[in-house]
């Protein structure tokens, strides 16, 4: 369990910090502090940009030789203060003596003795500034050159005010980390240092420090080491930047080169740089759009957004659309919510998500100006199923013509008689004309 005991102070002092001056050969050049632009946290744990800084090791001095490394300090620095970071492996941290005035003088603590302008200063008098946060988060300082001793503890108010400091207790040791606020940090500068860290026991104090040069054990040895500040590292970032678990779908970079003003950090490519503080923002609403050619169909299993800082409200109104062509859209999503800055939207639900080789974050509501964008899915396209045509209706069938009346047999038997005059013949046949006249009329009926 960590124990986290957080210092927040004051401002530096400014008056102490307006001259600059060239390396004094005072000691040993000790390396170069590289500069970073990373945005770094005072909490007592390690940020990453830590690893790429100057690494100082602590030995402890066994007859005037260094022993086994037993602490290292990183040292970097950022545009407006120096940082260090010391990590140190101690299974019994102790207390030996409990001061009102000065509550961590024998505490297990690191002790940071800094000339900012190599100037020579390493007596306690002369010194600019002496440093200390023990394992518990007391801190105390001196100030030199006609400057008082200052003490703080947590329990009480305090008077340290030129630097900040915290610590935080791990299994098997401590951690702790300064920022002491500076002024005019270029590259180039050198600075006076010695770093240590007190050990106490019941026996006493065995103090552990940085230099490997003078090996004396001592705050104050024959002259202080120094430190030259390097250069400010540029900012990398990763893509994709959100830490999304899935498969990130990347490609050719398509929508607006440039930006609102013509700006060409503005434009697409930054939707899809990691850089979570830079933004795309087209020419106007509707006009301009970011995305990705993938080169082949994708289905989308998620698309991650971050909306741009300090405009939340724009991503109302937001759509990802697929295409094939590049010219002709299918929306698949359509934001009904403001944006959710700093943190990330996820996307899971879509319609229409039958497979795309183009997708791209596109707004004809509000100005669509996007900080990340990050699409993920799987190879492959969804086929649209056939239409069945409706069966084409059968012709009616054609009915049977109607059945024939039948003909009487006997008056066609008669109408077939051979005509002739006999008169005989001729009143039969009248006989038989009037029956077949009563069975016509029947039919009839």
Known sequence: MKKVISILLSVLLAAAFTTVTAADE?????????????????DGVMDEAYQSGLVLE??????????????????????DALWVFADVPDDTLETVLENEDQPNYKMDSVEVMLDPDNGGY????????????????????????????????????????????????????????????????TPG?????????NDWDEDGLDRVVYTTTKLVDSWYPESFDYVVLGEIAAPSYEYPASGADGNVITGTVIGNET??????????????????????DPLGVGDGFCGIDAGESYILDKVVILSREGWND???????????????????????????????????????????????????????????????????????????EAPAEEAPAEEAPAAEAPVDQTLDQKAEAPNT?????????????????????????
């Open 26 to 42: 005072t000691g040993e050049n000790a390396g170069t502090v590289p500069g970073t632009s990373a945005a770094l946290t005072l």
């Open 58 to 79: 602590g030995f402890k001095l066994s007859d005037g030789e260094p022993g086994d490394t037993a602490v290292k300090y990183y040292l970097i620095y950022t545009a």
């Open 122 to 185: 390493n007596t306690p008098d002369e010194t600019p500034f002496q440093m200390r946060v023990d394992y518990q988060g007391n801190l105390s300082a001196r100030l030199g050159q006609g400057g008082t001793s200052l003490y703080h503890s947590p329990e009480r108010d305090g008077n340290v005010d030129f630097f900040e400091a915290v610590a935080v207790v791990v299994d098997g040791g401590f951690q702790a980390e300064y920022r002491i606020p500076l002024e005019d940090l």
């Open 189 to 197: 500068r050198a600075m006076g240092l010695n770093i240590c860290y």
């Open 259 to 280: 930006g609102w003003g013509d700006n060409a950090d503005a434009g697409a490519a930054a939707a899809f740089d990691g850089n979570p503080a830079s933004f795309f």
């Open 314 to 388: 724009r991503f109302v109104g937001a759509m990802i659309q697929g295409s094939d062509d590049g010219e002709n859209w299918t929306t698949l999503w359509t934001s009904g919510e403001t944006g959710t800055n700093p943190d990330y939207c996820t996307v899971t639900e879509f319609e229409n998500n039958t497979g795309y080789s183009q997708f791209r974050y596109f707004n004809e509501t509000n100005h669509g100006d996007v900080a990340e964008v990050e699409f993920y899915g799987q190879p492959g396209k969804v086929e649209a199923a056939p239409v069945e």
């Open 421 to 445: 005059f006999d008169f005989g013949i001729l009143a039969a046949a009248a006989s038989v004309v009037s029956l077949g006249g009563f069975a016509l009329t029947r039919k009839k009926h």
